[in-house]
């Protein structure tokens, strides 16, 4: 199987699909304990998604339009299939993969089931009879050689002499016969390939007495018995070295292991048949098992060590001969793949991920990480959100957890700089930056208390924020005080009084989130509810005020706790009032304690 040369992988989006995948694959793959049987879901996965591509199936990208390309893109998934196969499926058959080995062969080379669909269309025709038609003896040989032995016993039926009572349709029935009894390879054994290879001689011997017995029929029956001349008609049939190795195994070795491959390979190269070409020097490695050879082979045929990187990591499980010499590479074949992704804008978060797969988490100090933070960061275009959050899911696919956050936080501060608070206390809490987001929280507390119900408060919809918080269970106060304050003032001023306390009580008695310094603005707010012609707030509530106010009235840090009632309040440097601003909180102070006495006695009365 011949391939093209690898296109510049820079600006094929195919590859840019399949560097991306297999990045994903491994991240996921390594978030569990790695078995062979996990690598091997893996492999299978990486042969798909070359699949997918070569189908025009992947991530909406078309097929790509030039066939050189196609082939190789193809041929590539026959490789990961084939390391499948050898490397991993062998360990849990015990070597024994010639059925799934014939399947990779009919799968991967030529297509000859399109074939088989044209030369029926023909024989439907009733043009001319199927044995006539040149392409017929070839096609079914084709077929035996891949194992595929129902379609071999379809084209034998097509033949015109099938039903007829001579000897040549004595022979053609018998043959369907022969080639539908063979054993299934789970049954095969050595007594019953014994037993099925004799069964064969025979009609061979049988049918060799026939005069007009076509010579397709017999070059048939010979490549089932092995005979001298099968290898020679194989050859001239044209097929791919891996393709006559398959079939010498399915009639010269049935029982063969993969460790048992070699001496198969030796027969082969004495009849000049040489896997020198293509992807040829990949599959002798692979039935060899040698994995040294593989990365050699392989690395003309993928761009920028892909095949290395991804198959040595997961050589990793298998107890495997010369392990030791892949491990001193590992690392450093790791850095330079990672290195080179760098390179490219549209990369950098995969070669992030392959960087701290060379290191390891733990083993990247902080110069390391800064580094990797700052190269994710640069490939990202910081005024679209969009495209954030595009980065921080790639990250977190790869298990970057740690610069996923990075990123969140660095968009949060853009947004919080350009005064877009609800975007900015989004972005924290995403980047897990509980702290910053309560910062907000703090400085609109703020600025509500200068411009009581202004914007800054109306600016934060805790429809959109604030309420999936709560079911978070993160331990946000700040950003549930400011939340609950809002919905507050609008059913106060909407007159909900009723509603309006049921808030006051999630704020200050039943659950006391709001911060000490808040409290005596929120006692100020409450006002307007405590003296309404509705009651309220029953006794029970109307005391739990007072003993807020009480507590603020009486500690030593009154002055602090009062300041929030002046013009000064966001000044944190204030510890102690001047006379003007005591005499502005006390008349505040003044107002609260009214309507707290006068609640009281209201609801005392209520109740009485």
């Known amino acids: 199987m011949s391939v093209a040369a690898v296109a510049p992988w820079q600006?094929?989006?195919?590859?840019?699909?399949?560097?991306?995948?297999?990045?994903?694959?491994?991240?996921?793959?390594?978030?569990y304990l790695a078995t062979e049987e996990s690598v091997a879901e893996v492999v299978h996965h990486f042969a798909g998604q070359f699949r997918a591509i070569a189908n025009g199936v992947r991530d909406g990208l078309p097929a790509t339009q030039e066939p050189e390309q196609h082939q190789h893109?193809?041929?590539?998934?026959?490789?990961?299939?084939?390391?499948?196969?050898?490397?991993?499926?062998?360990?849990?058959?015990?070597?024994r993969i010639l059925d799934g080995l014939a399947q990779w062969s009919a799968s991967h080379f030529e297509a000859l089931l399109p074939q088989l669909?044209?030369?029926?269309?023909?024989?439907?025709?009733?043009?001319?009879?199927?044995?006539?038609?040149?392409?017929?003896?070839?096609?079914?040989?084709?077929?035996?050689?891949?194992?595929?032995?129902?379609?071999?016993?379809?084209?034998?039926?097509?033949?015109?002499?099938?039903?007829?009572?001579?000897?040549?349709?004595?022979?053609?029935?018998?043959?369907?016969?022969?080639?539908?009894?063979?054993?299934?390879?789970?049954?095969?054994?050595?007594?019953?390939?014994?037993?099925?290879?004799?069964?064969?001689?025979?009609?061979?011997?049988?049918?060799?007495?026939?005069?007009?017995?076509?010579?397709?029929?017999?070059?048939?029956?010979?490549?089932?018995?092995?005979?001298?001349?099968a290898l020679r008609t194989l050859k001239a049939l044209k097929l791919e070295s891996a393709q006559?190795?398959?079939?010498?195994?399915?009639?010269?070795?049935?029982?063969?292991?993969?460790?048992?491959?070699?001496?198969?390979?030796e027969v082969l190269d004495q009849q000049g048949i040489d896997f020198v070409d293509g992807i040829d020097p990949c599959i002798r490695a692979c039935l060899l098992r040698d994995a040294s050879e593989l990365v050699q082979a392989a690395e003309p045929l993928m761009p920028l060590k892909v095949f290395s990187v991804h198959f040595m990591h997961l050589l990793k499980v298998i107890p495997l001969e010369g392990?030791?010499?892949?491990?001193?590479?590992?690392?450093?074949?790791?850095?330079?793949?990672?290195?080179?992704?760098?390179?490219?804008?549209?990369?950098?978060?995969?070669?992030?991920?392959?960087?701290t797969c060379a290191c390891g988490d733990e083993d990247l100090n902080e110069e390391a990480q800064q580094r990797v933070a700052d190269v994710i960061q640069q490939s990202l275009n910081t005024n679209?959100?969009?495209?954030?959050?595009?980065?921080?899911?790639?990250?977190?696919?790869?298990?970057?957890?740690?610069?996923a956050c990075a990123i969140c936080q660095n968009v949060a501060q853009l947004?919080?700089?350009?005064?877009?608070?609800?975007?900015?206390?989004?972005?924290?809490?995403?980047?897990?930056?509980?702290?910053?987001?309560?910062?907000?929280?703090?400085?609109?507390?703020?600025?509500?208390?200068?411009?009581?119900?202004?914007?800054?408060?109306?600016?934060?919809?805790?429809?959109?924020?604030?309420?999936?918080?709560?079911?978070?269970?993160?331990?946000?106060?700040?950003?549930?005080?400011?939340?609950?304050?809002?919905?507050?003032?609008?059913?106060r001023d909407a007159n909900k009084l009723t509603d309006a306390a049921k808030l006051l009580q999630m704020l200050l008695i039943d659950r006391p989130i709001i911060p000490k310094w808040f409290w005596a603005l929120v006692l100020l707010d409450s006002v307007p509810m405590l003296e309404a012609r509705q009651l309220a707030v029953d006794a029970e509530g109307t005391l739990t005020l007072m003993q807020c106010l009480e507590e603020l009235e009486m500690s030593h840090r009154r002055d602090e706790f009062v300041r929030i009632l002046t013009e000064d309040c966001a000044n944190a440097k204030i510890k102690q009032l001047d006379s003007t601003m005591q005499a502005?909180?006390?008349?505040?102070?003044?107002?609260?304690?009214?309507?707290?006495?006068?609640?009281?006695?209201?609801?005392?009365?209520?109740a009485s």
């Open 244 to 265: 006559l190795f398959v079939a010498l195994l399915l009639y010269r070795q049935p029982q063969a292991t993969i460790d048992e491959f070699e001496p198969a390979l």
């Open 384 to 403: 679209t959100d969009t495209a954030a959050l595009k980065a921080v899911q790639i990250c977190r696919q790869l298990r970057l957890h740690e610069f």
């Open 73 to 95: 893109i193809r041929s590539v998934a026959a490789l990961w299939e084939l390391v499948h196969l050898c490397f991993f499926q062998s360990e849990a058959t015990h070597g």
């Open 584 to 606: 502005v909180a006390e008349g505040k102070l003044k107002k609260i304690r009214m309507a707290l006495v006068r609640n009281l006695a209201r609801a005392h009365l209520a």
């Open 415 to 491: 947004h919080k700089d350009e005064g877009a608070l609800e975007a900015a206390v989004m972005w924290f809490l995403e980047g897990k930056d509980t702290i910053s987001a309560s910062q907000i929280a703090d400085q609109i507390m703020f600025d509500y208390a200068k411009a009581r119900l202004g914007v800054p408060v109306a600016e934060l919809d805790p429809d959109d924020v604030f309420l999936h918080v709560y079911s978070d269970g993160g331990d946000l106060d700040r950003l549930q005080c400011v939340a609950l304050l809002k919905q507050m003032l609008v059913l």
């Open 11 to 31: 600006s094929d989006p195919h590859w840019a699909a399949l560097i991306n995948q297999f990045a994903v694959s491994m991240a996921q793959y390594q978030q």
């Open 323 to 355: 392990w030791d010499s892949f491990q001193q590479d590992l690392e450093e074949t790791t850095i330079q793949y990672a290195e080179t992704l760098a390179s490219v804008k549209q990369q950098a978060i995969v070669a992030a991920y392959y960087q």
């Open 117 to 229: 669909q044209r030369l029926t269309e023909v024989v439907n025709e009733g043009l001319e009879a199927p044995q006539n038609l040149p392409q017929y003896w070839p096609l079914m040989l084709k077929f035996a050689a891949t194992g595929q032995y129902e379609h071999v016993a379809e084209m034998v039926e097509m033949h015109t002499e099938f039903l007829s009572r001579d000897s040549v349709g004595h022979q053609l029935r018998q043959t369907q016969r022969v080639v539908l009894d063979r054993p299934a390879y789970p049954d095969l054994t050595a007594d019953a390939a014994s037993q099925w290879k004799t069964q064969v001689t025979h009609l061979l011997q049988s049918a060799s007495r026939v005069r007009e017995i076509p010579d397709g029929l017999l070059q048939l029956l010979r490549l089932f018995t092995w005979a001298p001349a």
